[in-house]
């Protein structure tokens, strides 16, 4: 794992793979940006509207003051992590053929697969947004529970956009799934940072290229 990290930070600050990033990263910035602008006080309503299970009106005005500004920047987040899984495939091939020649990508993951993957991931990543939300608050499990929750939006897509480059062995890629939580996990870290949340997807992907094609 030590290994897959540096070559993946190595990889994701060279020219081809900023000039990546900062196309989906900031184009799903500008977009949400935009829209929320325009649609703070309704979005803002509707987030504080979820919070009235909360018995105290004091501790409903405190928590909307962070939730509406929290899920904003997770619809970042999914955004990018949508476009990233839909658009990285040559990138990949790219930094596959730079590292390891040898090894070709012998099949593409099929666009269909890599919607359903993205959007099945999405959805329970939503659902556990919702339900858990009101445990993120919480000092420490707080933060873990939530790097999980995001961990959970790239672990399925990484698998499936990369492995299906290079893998087509099913019980193969059941084995070099088993790292793909702790990958997954880790990238979500970048999460933690404004702006250089826009690394997250592409890091987990480039870190299980590493992991299913190098040797640690």
């Keep these: 794992m030590p290994t897959t990290i540096k070559r993946s930070l190595q990889d994701i600050f060279s020219p081809t793979v900023l000039k990546f990033i900062l196309k989906i990263g900031l184009g799903s910035i500008t977009i949400w940006v935009a829209i929320l602008w325009y649609f703070w006080n309704s979005f803002e309503s509707f987030v504080t509207s979820y919070l009235t299970w909360i018995p105290w009106e004091w501790a409903q005005n405190t928590i909307a003051y962070v939730a509406a500004p929290l899920v904003g920047y997770t619809l970042i987040i999914v955004t990018i992590a949508i476009l990233t899984s839909l658009?990285?495939?040559?990138?990949?091939?790219?930094?596959?053929?730079?590292?390891?020649?040898?090894?070709?990508a012998i099949a593409s993951p099929s666009i269909a697969g890599s919607i359903s993957s993205t959007l099945q991931s999405t959805l329970v990543f939503a659902v556990l947004f919702i339900v858990l939300s009101p445990t993120f608050l919480i000092p420490v499990v707080g933060q873990v529970i939530i790097l999980y929750v995001w961990s959970i939006l790239l672990k399925a897509p990484t698998v499936h956009d990369v492995g299906g480059l290079f893998i087509t062995d099913k019980e193969l890629l059941k084995e070099k799934k088993r790292k793909s939580n702790i990958i997954a996990m880790t990238a979500s870290l970048f999460n933690y940072i404004p702006f250089l949340n826009i690394f997250a997807p592409i890091f987990a992907q480039i870190m299980f290229l590493h992991h299913i094609l190098g040797k640690e």
């Design 87 to 104: 658009y990285s495939e040559g990138l990949l091939i790219e930094l596959a053929k730079k590292h390891y020649p040898e090894k070709k």
